[in-house]
């Protein structure tokens, strides 16, 4: 694999997490810059806005690389992905049930734009149950959430669900 190349690793990050974390850093194993881009997708009602994201994101990712760019987008990924000239994708899968959504998305988005790669990657097995639904769920009941986030997400999970 060329790794003189650029990969979107595309998603709401509502908010990120640790598995998310795993996934950048395991994408400069193939690829010398990442975009991390925020969809702002209103239709999944995210806890935080875009701008909230944005910095969480920013704040989680400052020490891992400067070659990582974190962006937001509206609309398609295909077009988004095509505004940037950059045909790969990166999807993280943390089980089988994954599967299946993100191949239905693989294929519609072949289809779009035929150009367009998709990479799965796992995260390490510790962090491979974890999703931002659950996070905000515990951390709405009152649980511990620093295994999942960093201290910074967490404290605005806190400032958010626990008023």
Excluded at 11 to 32: A, E, W
Aim: proline content about 3%; glycine content about 4%; hydrophobic content about 40%.
């Amino acid at each position: 694999m060329n790794k003189h190349t650029t990969v979107i690793y595309p998603g709401t990050f509502d908010p990120i997490t640790y598995g998310h974390i795993d996934i950048i850093k395991r994408c400069f194993t193939c690829f010398d810059n990442v975009i991390i881009a925020i969809a702002t997708n209103e239709t999944k009602k995210p806890l935080f806005s875009v701008k909230e994201r944005k910095k969480m994101v920013e704040e989680s990712v400052k020490d891992i690389s400067k070659n990582i760019e974190v962006d937001c987008f509206s609309g398609l990924l295909v077009d988004y992905a095509k505004s940037k000239n950059i045909k790969n994708i990166i999807r993280g899968l943390r089980a089988l049930s994954d599967f299946e959504f993100e191949f239905q998305m693989v294929l519609t988005n072949r289809k779009l734009w035929k150009e367009m790669e998709t990479i799965f990657m796992m995260p390490n097995e510790e962090f491979s149950y974890i999703s931002s639904r659950a996070i905000k769920e515990i951390c709405a009941l009152g649980g511990d959430v620093s295994h999942f986030v960093t201290p910074g997400v967490e404290k605005k999970l806190k400032e958010k669900l626990l008023k």
